[in-house]
């Protein structure tokens, strides 16, 4: 009994040990470190043992009688379990060979037991060269390519004829108006009935697709030539069929799967349809539009890029040069109506699109071009509706960026948010002008600033940016320099125009504080000791709108030399109070103490080399004595001030 209890022991050893080995092997397999059979060669034959494993092994010294009860110590057995290539896989057995490596390897740490790096064992199969890009001439050479190219030529052909039947029959009356518009739709259905009947066979395909899609750009172009020429249909009717002929055509290329297929009808259309048409009218653009909403399902449902350039494309142009031909035209509002909605439709293709696939490139495209015709539509229309166009191109580019920021791709949405704000900035030229134009370009700088702060995001920061630059243009032109270095004598303003002044130069000193501010939160600028320029070109606006704020004041309250010289006077004291404050406040803050210093620079310069000449009399004594005055008492309370602050560092 007590000889037997350390065998039984030590088989269910082995057995869990043999169940480990399996599992490694496995693992070693699945990592593709190494073949597994010389491995298993290896532990099947333990003669050549040694030579196998990479660590060495206990030389091979067996007593010459073992004994059954020498491995009785089975408590070290433990790390044995993870020794794989050392001990034998198959069953355990109870001679004396099994259980002799044991106790040499019971203090021996588990290491892998494959020595070279596993790279070194991965299989490395041969590079692949790069795949040559293929010419026109190899596709040309291509098995089929003649057949494909003669089948879409002869449908181009064939589209051709049948413009010059619905055209030329009317110019020669070679046919009466309704047997060309049924011969055309005859001839349609006819091509489009054999490219079914070819689809059939497989090796009918390419003839299958040119002459389906022959036949249902004929159709197409046959309704355009019954709404436009022969008047059989009214507009709205025409524009109906348009779409079902062309919906119908395109979801059959869908079911085919055939993007050449679609890609041939909508440009075939978008193509031959001006010939119809008599030039770029708004009934082009609307069947234009009906080709663009035709495609939209077979995009949102299949990755064909060209299928949406093709149908997107023809729109926007189509659009464009629909503006040319309207300007001659007596009634410009329905040009300037289905620009508007190409430009509407065009935004909410592409945003579908984007939200079913976040890697469309085409979908950004669209969803910056289609409302460019919209906003270059305001010269067809009077300023009211141009601004109110403009607008609602502003609000729904605008409410796209706001609402798509967390869920959108953010090239898409800042796609959307440049064009918003440039609509925004059209809107407010259209719909104002002079100092208020200014005010308003400066107030939507600031609002944007904010909006860059709270969302700490760069595009508003560029936006404002752009925009307070334009609106530095516009008060400058609102607030000309003259109004800051010559009496009111030669100009009389009204006082609406001083109060627009005063409120453009007002947000302009809001705008210089706050964009340099903004723009270094959001890291655009390093401090303020380390950008230096910007700051000096804030600080020259800042004074700019500071003194034309003071003077147009100055100027309201009475438009005499009095009151020019007055306002200077008061101009120089303030610039000198303001310098006080920005010293008392800058103990502790090197810019605002840098930033005093420049302006206490700025106050005496303007004492000197204006003051000096501009002002006479009394006005010329006050803004000497008060300046001085007040540098004293700067000069005064900031030496105290540092006083104090270095005892109390120095206690």
């Excluded at 490694?24 to 491995?39: D, K, S, T």
């Excluded at 605008?398 to 791709?409: C, E």
């Amino acid at each position: 009994m007590t000889g037997a209890d350390p065998l039984l022991r030590l088989a269910d050893e082995l057995g869990e040990l043999g169940r480990k080995l399996g599992d490694v092997g496995m693992e070693l397999r699945r990592l593709q470190v190494a073949p597994v059979r010389p491995a298993a060669t290896a532990v099947a034959d333990p003669a050549p043992a040694p030579t196998t494993p990479p660590q060495p092994v206990v030389p091979v010294q067996q007593p010459a009688a073992p004994q059954v009860q020498q491995p009785v110590p089975v408590q070290p057995v433990q790390p044995v379990q993870a020794q794989a290539p050392v001990q034998p896989v198959q069953a355990p057995a109870f001679g004396p060979v099994a259980p002799q490596p044991m106790p040499a390897h019971v203090p021996t740490p588990w290491r892998p037991p494959i020595a070279p790096p596993p790279q070194q064992h991965w299989p490395v199969g041969p590079v692949q060269p790069p795949v040559p890009r293929r010419t026109l001439l190899d596709r040309l050479g291509e098995d089929g390519a003649g057949s494909k190219l003669l089948a879409w030529v002869g449908g181009v052909v064939t589209l051709l004829g049948v413009v010059l039947l619905l055209v030329l029959a009317v110019q020669r009356d070679y046919l009466g108006p309704l047997p060309r518009v049924v011969g055309g739709a005859v001839l349609a259905l006819v091509l489009v009935g054999i490219g079914l009947r070819l689809h059939r066979s497989e090796t009918s395909r390419t003839g299958a697709f040119a002459l389906a899609a022959t036949g249902v750009a004929a159709l197409y172009l046959d309704v355009v030539a019954a709404t436009k020429i022969y008047d059989y249909l009214p507009e709205w009717a025409g524009l109906g069929v348009g779409l079902a002929v062309a919906l119908g055509g395109l979801l059959l290329a869908m079911r085919w799967d055939s993007p050449t297929f679609a890609i041939g009808v909508v440009l075939a259309c978008a193509v031959l349809a001006p010939i119809l048409t008599g030039g770029f009218t708004p009934l082009l653009v609307g069947f234009l539009l009906v080709l663009k909403t035709a495609a939209s399902p077979v995009q949102w449902r299949r990755n064909w890029p060209w299928l949406a350039i093709a149908a997107g494309a023809p729109a926007v142009l189509g659009s464009l040069l629909a503006i040319g031909f309207a300007v001659e035209a007596e009634n410009q509002a329905p040009t300037a109506a289905i620009i508007l909605l190409t430009a509407v439709v065009g935004v909410l293709g592409a945003l579908i699109s984007v939200r079913r696939r976040p890697d469309d490139v085409v979908s950004v495209i669209m969803v910056a071009a289609s409302p460019v015709p919209a906003l270059l539509a305001t010269g067809l229309l009077d300023r009211t509706w141009a601004t109110a166009m403009t607008g609602a191109i502003a609000v729904l580019m605008i409410a796209l960026w706001a609402v798509g920021r967390p869920s959108l791709p953010r090239r898409f949405v800042l796609a959307a948010g440049v064009v918003g704000v440039f609509a925004l900035f059209q809107t407010t030229a259209i719909a104002l002008d002079g100092s208020a134009r200014a005010a308003t370009v400066l107030a939507e700088a600031l609002l944007l600033l904010f909006l860059a702060d709270r969302i700490a995001s760069r595009g508003p920061l560029l936006g404002g940016a752009v925009f307070a630059g334009l609106g530095l243009l516009l008060a400058v032109e609102a607030i000309p320099p003259r109004l800051l270095a010559y009496a009111p004598s030669l100009e009389i303003r009204t006082a609406g125009t001083l109060v627009g002044a005063m409120l453009t130069a007002l947000v302009l000193a809001l705008v210089a504080v706050a964009l340099p501010w903004v723009a270094t939160r959001r890291g655009v600028l390093a401090e303020p000791g380390k950008s230096p320029v910007a700051l000096v070109v804030a600080g020259l606006v800042l004074l700019y709108a500071a003194a034309a704020f003071v003077l147009c004041a100055a100027l309201l309250v009475s438009q005499t030399p009095t009151g020019f010289l007055f306002g200077h006077t008061v101009v120089t004291v303030s610039w000198t109070v303001a310098a006080l404050v920005l010293l008392v406040r800058g103990i502790d803050v090197l810019p605002l103490r840098i930033a005093g210093l420049v302006l206490v620079g700025a106050a005496v310069a303007k004492l000197v080399l204006f003051d000096l000449s501009a002002l006479d009399g009394i006005a010329r004594v006050a803004a000497f004595i008060g300046a001085g005055l007040v540098l004293l008492t700067a000069g005064t309370r900031y030496a105290k001030l540092v006083a104090i602050r270095r005892n109390s560092a120095d206690s």
